[in-house]
Antibody, heavy 130, light 106 residues
Framework: QVQLQQWGAGLLKPSETLSLTCAVYGGSFSGYYWGWIRQPPGKGLEWMGEINHSGSTNYNPSLKSRVTISVDTSKNQFSLKLSSVTAADTAVYYC????????????????????????WGKGTTVTVSS | DIQMTQSPSTLSASVGDRVTITCRASQSISSWLAWYQQKPGTAPKLLIYKASSLESGVPSRFSGSGSGTEFTLTISSLQPDDFATYYCLQYKSDYTFGQGTKLEIK
């Protein structure tokens, strides 16, 4: 049973860089995407970005200029950095596994893969305050 | 960007009720939609993927339907453990969550 364990600094000052890491235990690291999602207090969920074992990334356009996601396949870990944080970045941050489903497109005769989050970490509360 | 509109934002119901939550996409997402349940202080839990596929271990009282732009999550007979917040997620193009539906005890 795959488990995600995440950690990182919980209290930051404005303009600092948020840094979180998520380790994958009990399952394969390749063949999936690995992502970050955040949830401000009392609000909904926001996807931040994802990475696969090869280092291919996709980012939320609204955060792209400040987000970097990296991977360390030797440790089955992936990490999130968010620069220049403000109080608006105060949230619970979750790491998650992107599980794929495939689709054969008759017109292009190609297989497409679509990923949804199926396994989540417990979340890390990050507070930004001066 | 694909926007997801979820309704209602709050739903009051009783144990044993049948309830339905709706998600509408701003453009067609085929069947690339998932549903999650979240309880306070915990991570979201996957219930349904590909619009209607039940995740392993999820009770059969949960079901999903729809395709294109309109989707529903139905709980056939509410149990005490089901009172939580529910989110839809489109994953056709990047990822967008609905705003959430808080299911409360009536």
């Amino acid at each position: 049973q795959v488990q995600l364990q995440q950690w990182g600094a919980g209290l930051l000052k404005p303009s600092e860089t948020l840094s979180l890491t998520c380790a994958v235990y009990g399952g394969s690291f390749s063949g999936y995407y690995w992502g970050w999602i955040r949830q401000p207090p009392g609000k909904g969920l926001e996807w931040m970005g994802e990475i696969n074992h090869s280092g291919s990334t996709n980012y939320n356009p609204s955060l792209k200029s400040r987000v970097t996601i990296s991977v360390d396949t030797s440790k089955n870990q992936f990490s999130l950095k968010l620069s220049s944080v403000t109080a608006a970045d105060t949230a619970v941050y979750y790491c998650a596994r992107g599980q794929y489903t495939s689709h054969w497109d008759l017109q292009t005769r190609r297989v497409f893969y679509f990923y949804y989050m199926d396994v989540w970490g417990k979340g890390t509360t990050v507070t930004v305050s001066s | 960007d694909i926007q997801m509109t979820q309704s209602p934002s709050t739903l009051s119901a009783s144990v044993g009720d049948r309830v339905t939550i709706t998600c509408r996409a701003s453009q067609s997402i085929s069947s690339w939609l998932a549903w999650y349940q979240q309880k306070p202080g915990t991570a979201p839990k996957l219930l349904i993927y590909k619009a209607s596929s039940l995740e392993s271990g999820v009770p059969s009282r949960f079901s999903g339907s729809g395709s294109g732009t309109e989707f529903t999550l139905t709980i056939s007979s509410l149990q005490p453990d089901d009172f939580a917040t529910y989110y839809c997620l489109q994953y056709k193009s990047d990822y967008t969550f609905g705003q959430g539906t808080k299911l409360e005890i009536k």
